[in-house]
């Protein structure tokens, strides 16, 4: 079989992969494939998609979370619409929120951006958005800008955009009318995981979900956003700021009901025993403590006028935010866990939480895959495969589960676990601490170039360097929490012009730069993971595990052991990135040798435990000198 491949000769994991991607989608058939980071898997699964979809009338959709991998997405339709003389018609669309040409819109959440922008648009407040459409009918400067898009098709988001907001129109709009005709649509997960956005978005492409290729990139995320997207939450803070709201509107006896929802929350929260901080509510038990104030539906209703009045003249609404989660907590209990939480804000104000969390992701991934042509779920760590498959609610008869080996030269890469530390919290204390510093350091001093160390929480971390930082011999660059892109870009182009010199990156697991970075050739000599990075032993983390217990008879696993493992497994893939580069990746905790850890290693590894892990380190990279 011919594929429409961007390069001269793919390699034979790369030939397989696409015949299997085509296998699949000829079958209507879902496939799961892990594969390691660096084979080409974007370029191995569009090809084949892309052929199908060209001869079948078929639109593809391909999903990923990173603003980079559309642009690879985009780089590679442009080599292939260059080889084969095609003009490949694409739209590449992120969250709405991050297309808006309006100002000021940073800050907002993006369900109190889904209200500002709906509040806007019903107002005809938003010429960015009229210019694109009069009377229902597409204006003429939007028509030509679509035919101008078209023409240099394809064409990245960010380009789109400028042109767009140049012309003064909306470009998540634009974005939608260039999807009509387009045979390539590159967007987020949540443009097809949840249900109102996929709707909206269908309507306005006017494509059928039965004609759609999905291809989810990086989907070992998938899990984790499709629990999120269906959790709601709730505070007394968040309250509080409704009160406010009505009071500032003259709309007092709205603001006394109000109140009492935090009287109701604070009534059920008297439950919690005193040495604890969490407990699981009742569904009922707050429904009835609502109705005590007023009808649940007016009650909600009322919360909406207060909404509506806000968003004429704010971005975001707290009485919005409440009105959400009282809806959301009418919601099923199969697969859910109501938790109620006694916290502390960073100045010490005390307040509650009531959180409605999505234990089963296959809530909302089930029904679309259900729905398409054919899903290609893929990842670096999907493994095991057919845990993805249980867990997304896949049919088992009608799913190709693929695993393929690193087919990198094994002695590129030194995989050590080093097991004369822990960060388990029975453990933790200074002289740990001191311990594993020292043994950062030595790892850092001994690396001829940049090494990245990954912690499982920011303390640790901090606590770590706290002893580190005056016996590493080598500059180091320590990640902030909730960095903008302009700052982990920064950050990483600092980091990158130490590659002769030295230095180190001393991040969390599952922070900036724990996934989604790539730095290939001799940019990253070294990756250590110091400690695990599992799940807090919280009422969530146990409600997660019983679930599983209870569907797949695979709780701590499902639940608790193989999402820190693939999580180290990302941090472990930010070393070795193409098949040039050479590295060594440490694993620093004792307890990596433990079965129910070591099994969950891929067994083309080859890791080995060193007694003397400095003079492995030393003696791997006087061998292995990288061209």
Same mark, same amino acid.
């Given at each position: 079989?011919?594929?429409?491949?961007?390069?001269?000769?793919?390699?034979?994991?790369?030939?397989?992969?696409?015949?299997?991607?085509?296998?699949?989608?000829?079958?209507?058939?879902?496939?799961?494939?892990?594969?390691?980071?660096?084979?080409?898997?974007?370029?191995?699964?569009?090809?084949?998609?892309?052929?199908?979809?060209?001869?079948?009338?078929?639109?593809?959709?391909?999903?990923?979370?990173?603003?980079?991998?559309?642009? &690879?997405?985009?780089?590679?339709?442009?080599?292939?619409?260059?080889?084969?003389?095609?003009?490949?018609?694409?739209?590449?669309?992120?969250?709405?929120?991050?297309?808006?040409?309006?100002?000021?819109?940073?800050?907002?959440?993006?369900?109190?951006?889904?209200?500002? /922008?709906?509040?806007?648009?019903?107002?005809?407040? /938003? #010429?960015?958005?009229?210019?694109?459409?009069?009377?229902?009918?597409?204006?003429?400067?939007?028509?030509?800008?679509? %035919?101008?898009?078209?023409?240099?098709?394809?064409?990245?988001?960010?380009?789109?955009?400028?042109?767009?907001?140049?012309?003064? +129109?909306?470009?998540?709009?634009?974005?939608?009318?260039?999807?009509?005709?387009?045979?390539?649509?590159?967007?987020?997960?949540?443009?097809? +995981?949840?249900?109102?956005?996929?709707?909206?978005?269908?309507?306005?492409?006017?494509?059928?979900?039965?004609?759609?290729?999905?291809?989810?990139?990086?989907?070992?995320?998938?899990?984790?956003?499709?629990?999120?997207?269906?959790?709601?939450?709730?505070?007394?803070?968040?309250?509080?700021?409704?009160?406010?709201?009505?009071?500032?509107?003259?709309?007092?006896?709205?603001?006394?009901? &109000?109140?009492?929802?935090?009287?109701?929350?604070?009534?059920? %929260?008297?439950?919690?025993?005193? *040495?604890?901080?969490?407990?699981?509510?009742?569904?009922?038990?707050?429904?009835?403590?609502?109705?005590?104030?007023?009808?649940?539906?007016?009650?909600?209703?009322?919360?909406?006028?207060?909404? *509506?009045?806000?968003?004429?003249?704010?971005?975001?609404?707290?009485?919005?935010?409440?009105?959400?989660?009282?809806?959301?907590?009418?919601?099923?209990?199969?697969?859910? %866990?109501?938790?109620?939480?006694?916290?502390?804000?960073?100045?010490?104000?005390?307040?509650?939480?009531?959180?409605?969390?999505?234990?089963?992701?296959?809530?909302?991934?089930?029904?679309?895959?259900? #729905?398409?042509?054919?899903?290609?779920?893929?990842?670096?760590?999907?493994?095991?495969?057919?845990?993805?498959?249980?867990?997304?609610?896949?049919?088992?008869?009608?799913?190709?589960?693929?695993?393929?080996?690193?087919?990198?030269?094994?002695?590129?890469?030194?995989?050590?676990?080093?097991?004369?530390?822990?960060?388990?919290?029975?453990?933790?204390?200074?002289?740990?601490?001191? +311990?594993?510093?020292?043994?950062?350091?030595?790892?850092?001093?001994?690396?001829?170039?940049?090494?990245?160390?990954?912690?499982?929480?920011?303390?640790?971390?901090?606590?770590?360097?706290?002893?580190?930082?005056? &016996?590493?011999?080598?500059?180091?660059?320590?990640?902030?929490?909730?960095?903008?892109?302009?700052?982990?870009?920064?950050?990483?182009?600092?980091?990158?012009?130490?590659?002769? #010199?030295?230095?180190?990156? +001393?991040?969390?697991?599952?922070?900036?730069?724990?996934?989604? &970075?790539?730095?290939?050739?001799?940019?990253?000599?070294?990756?250590?993971?110091?400690?695990?990075?599992?799940?807090?032993?919280?009422?969530?983390?146990?409600?997660?595990?019983?679930?599983?217990?209870?569907?797949?008879?695979?709780?701590? *696993?499902?639940?608790?052991?193989?999402?820190?493992?693939?999580?180290?497994?990302?941090?472990?893939?930010?070393?070795?990135?193409?098949?040039? *580069?050479?590295?060594?990746?440490?694993?620093?905790?004792?307890?990596?040798?433990?079965?129910?850890?070591?099994?969950?290693?891929?067994?083309?590894?080859?890791?080995?435990?060193?007694?003397?892990?400095?003079?492995?380190?030393?003696?791997?990279?006087?061998?292995?000198?990288?061209?």
């Amino acid at each position: 079989m011919d594929f429409l491949f961007p390069h001269d000769e793919p390699r034979k994991i790369q030939k397989g992969l696409m015949e299997q991607v085509y296998s699949a989608i000829s079958q209507r058939y879902s496939l799961i494939v892990h594969a390691p980071t660096g084979i080409g898997k974007t370029a191995s699964a569009l090809s084949p998609a892309l052929t199908f979809a060209l001869k079948n009338k078929k639109t593809i959709f391909f999903l990923t979370s990173r603003h980079m991998q559309h642009k &690879i997405a985009i780089e590679t339709l442009k080599l292939i619409g260059k080889k084969y003389s095609l003009n490949i018609k694409t739209a590449d669309i992120i969250g709405k929120k991050h297309m808006c040409a309006q100002s000021g819109i940073s800050e907002l959440t993006s369900s109190e951006f889904s209200e500002y /922008c709906r509040s806007l648009r019903e107002k005809d407040g /938003c #010429s960015f958005y009229t210019n694109v459409k009069s009377k229902g009918k597409i204006t003429p400067i939007a028509a030509k800008t679509i %035919a101008d898009l078209q023409k240099i098709s394809p064409v990245g988001v960010e380009e789109a955009n400028n042109i767009c907001s140049r012309a003064m +129109l909306c470009p998540y709009e634009m974005g939608a009318l260039l999807g009509k005709d387009a045979d390539v649509i590159i967007a987020d997960y949540f443009h097809m +995981l949840n249900p109102s956005v996929r709707d909206s978005l269908f309507k306005r492409i006017q494509k059928d979900l039965g004609d759609c290729i999905v291809i989810m990139d990086e989907s070992h995320n998938l899990p984790e956003r499709a629990r999120n997207l269906l959790t709601s939450v709730t505070s007394t803070l968040i309250i509080d700021i409704a009160v406010k709201e009505a009071r500032q509107l003259g709309l007092n006896e709205i603001a006394d009901s &109000i109140i009492k929802i935090a009287d109701a929350l604070i009534f059920v %929260a008297r439950k919690m025993p005193i *040495d604890s901080n969490e407990m699981l509510a009742e569904k009922l038990e707050f429904i009835s403590e609502i109705e005590k104030i007023s009808s649940y539906e007016i009650l909600v209703g009322n919360l909406r006028i207060v909404a *509506d009045a806000v968003l004429e003249e704010k971005r975001r609404s707290a009485a919005s935010s409440l009105a959400n989660f009282l809806e959301s907590w009418l919601g099923p209990e199969d697969g859910f %866990a109501r938790i109620l939480k006694r916290e502390f804000t960073k100045t010490g104000k005390p307040f509650v939480s009531l959180s409605y969390k999505c234990m089963d992701p296959s809530i909302v991934i089930k029904p679309f895959v259900d #729905s398409v042509h054919s899903a290609v779920f893929m990842s670096g760590t999907l493994n095991p495969a057919e845990m993805y498959r249980d867990v997304f609610g896949l049919d088992e008869n009608r799913t190709i589960v693929a695993e393929y080996d690193n087919p990198f030269p094994k002695e590129n890469k030194l995989t050590l676990i080093i097991p004369e530390t822990s960060t388990k919290f029975t453990v933790r204390s200074r002289e740990m601490y001191t +311990l594993i510093a020292r043994r950062c350091a030595e790892i850092a001093n001994a690396v001829p170039g940049n090494s990245a160390m990954f912690f499982p929480s920011y303390q640790i971390r901090d606590d770590v360097y706290a002893e580190m930082q005056n &016996i590493c011999e080598k500059t180091t660059f320590l990640e902030q929490p909730k960095m903008t892109q302009p700052e982990k870009n920064e950050m990483l182009e600092n980091f990158k012009s130490y590659k002769d #010199s030295g230095a180190v990156l +001393l991040a969390t697991s599952s922070g900036n730069f724990g996934e989604g &970075i790539d730095l290939i050739g001799d940019y990253l000599r070294c990756v250590t993971i110091i400690g695990l990075p599992l799940s807090k032993p919280d009422l969530e983390t146990q409600k997660l595990i019983e679930y599983y217990d209870m569907k797949f008879n695979r709780g701590w *696993d499902y639940g608790y052991i193989y999402p820190a493992l693939i999580r180290t497994m990302q941090n472990a893939g930010r070393c070795i990135r193409s098949e040039t *580069d050479r590295g060594v990746v440490v694993f620093l905790d004792e307890r990596y040798l433990w079965n129910r850890y070591y099994r969950c290693f891929p067994q083309d590894w080859n890791i080995k435990v060193s007694g003397k892990p400095m003079e492995a380190i030393r003696e791997f990279f006087s061998m292995n000198i990288a061209p």
